[in-house]
């Protein structure tokens, strides 16, 4: 058996902001950050149009409040609002800190940090290096681990959390390199592990994005609050589902349908393209359905509609968005510079999670905490995105709750000694689990079942709901279930077995999707991402409630937990 201080799981920017401000604040504190990726292979790293701060670098009216207000509106008012207070009010300060870090963002002409529109964001208060955000901020904080001793796992994937009588102890862990065991203990576990693009058939997502965390976290008995929520981000490539930044359109991009119109005037006449996400993603469905799509011959009535640049200008398309020009030109040969590009809502980012206070430390329930264990960025719930993420505030969220979070367990640990574990019991499960994978003398390729798990969930809890349509996808995700003790793998090997770790990743994949349907199922009303054609209204009176999934054998038990409201009352939300 291992042991350090503090096990942090996932080397994204959550991860890694947590593991600087704890050895900054206790550096003879040990801290291990483990991945199952090399962590600046996190996801965290493809991020492109920015992060979202009230610096007034361009618009000095901007305040903490407005940016906080408009996160709330287009949470559809589901966010809890003291966390979003501390989202905002920290937001300029963490900026800061990257910037003195090395962090190189895009400046003005005057030497200060440039800023952007952004959707749903009344201002321009979005920072960015230039369409490669994520790029520049996670390169830097991995840097700071190593010259801080944070000792790094790489390419380790996590089993399971150990977590006996309300108390998380440790993890059991996998070296991909070589199949080797182990179980590492701590004063502290903490969950960064990211999101799970990858339960659906298109996504923006990496393919690391399998939800691992969420999954292990019901598994141990705790709650996932609010997974209905599932962001479609509007402009997916067409057909691959590769995502061409909202940044694009913050520079002044349109969305076109096959009649050549700018359609977003019927659906958000102030805002334009630049209206949040739920309700663009809902506008290009509709365009779709309604046959003012376009097919790839260009002729009316297709699955795509166009993302149109031509306007913009060579010289700024190439200095703000080159990431975006060259992802059309490298996959599809297109020149968006003369050229449209063909777009549709592709899955991005999970609004819902492991549920956590404002200070980082995971809910067992409403009113009470699990010992131990953390969680912060996108595979936890805080809820500043409630049902629906604003662009750039989800890399924000990373470092504002990042650091928090490790601001808490840097002083937690100090009173703590390490857990009583009996390593060989979960080792043993472990070793049984991996054998019988192996040794499983099914028909069924892993590809071939995820496939058909993805595109069930893709048709049945989409950008619009409705019960008849979920039921039938429950019912079909159960049969896909008994398919999985039918798998078989190829590969029996010990050393690099990624089939192995593709078999482990499709049972939490599996899991998440019927959490994500089943919650969506209960909720009876439209709010943010969650959009039921049966239940086309909000529904306050019963549903202004946070989701509280508890996943066990015997099914899925759904229980709500009241909404923080202490600045904005609930209104219309209308753009
Ligand atoms: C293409 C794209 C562009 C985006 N652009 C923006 C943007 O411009 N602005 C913005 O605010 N947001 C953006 N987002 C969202 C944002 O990037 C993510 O929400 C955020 O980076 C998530 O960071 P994280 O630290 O929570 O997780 P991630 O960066 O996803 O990292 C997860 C980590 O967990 C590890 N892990 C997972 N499971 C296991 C396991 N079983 N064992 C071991 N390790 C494990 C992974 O290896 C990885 O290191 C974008 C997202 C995408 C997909």
New binding site residues.
Partial sequence: MREHDVII????????RAALEIKRLAPNTDVAV????H?I????????????ATLKNVDPTDTWEAHAFDTVKGSDYLADQDAVAILTQEAPDVLIDLEHLGVLFSRLPDGRIAQRAFGGHSHNRTC?AADK??HAI?HELVNNLRRNNVHLYEE????QLIQEEGEAKGIV?YRIRDGALDVIRAKAVMF????Y?RVYNTT???Y???G??LA?SAMAGIPLEDMEFVQFHPTGLYPVG??I???VRGEGAYLINSEGQRFMETYAPSRMELAPRDITSRAITLEIRAGRGVHPDGSAGGPFVYLDLRHMGREKIMSRIPFAWEEAHRLLGIDAVVEMMPIRPTV??CMGGIPVNTEGQVRRSPDSLVEGFFS????SCVSVHGANRL????????VVY?RRTGRTIAQYVQKRKYPEINAELYLQEARKRIQDLLEQTGTIRIGHLRQQFQDCMTEHCGVFRSESVMKEGLEKLQQLKQQYNNIYLDDKDQFWNTELIEALELQ?IMMVGEIILTSAYQRKESRGAHSREDYPSRDDGNFLQHTLAYYSSAGIDINYMPVVINMFEPQERKY
């Fill in positions: 799981v996932g080397g994204g920017l959550a991860g890694c483990i991945a199952k990726t962590p292979r996190s996801h965290s790293v493809a991020a492109q149009g920015g992060i979202a960015y955000t994520g996670l380790w994937y996590v089993m862990v960064a592990t990211g999101g693009g923006s997502n990496d690391a994005s399998t691992d965390g292990m590769v995502l930044s909202e940044a991005h980012y912060a960025g996108e595979c662009g750039s505030n989800s890399l924000l969220e990373c990042g939490s």
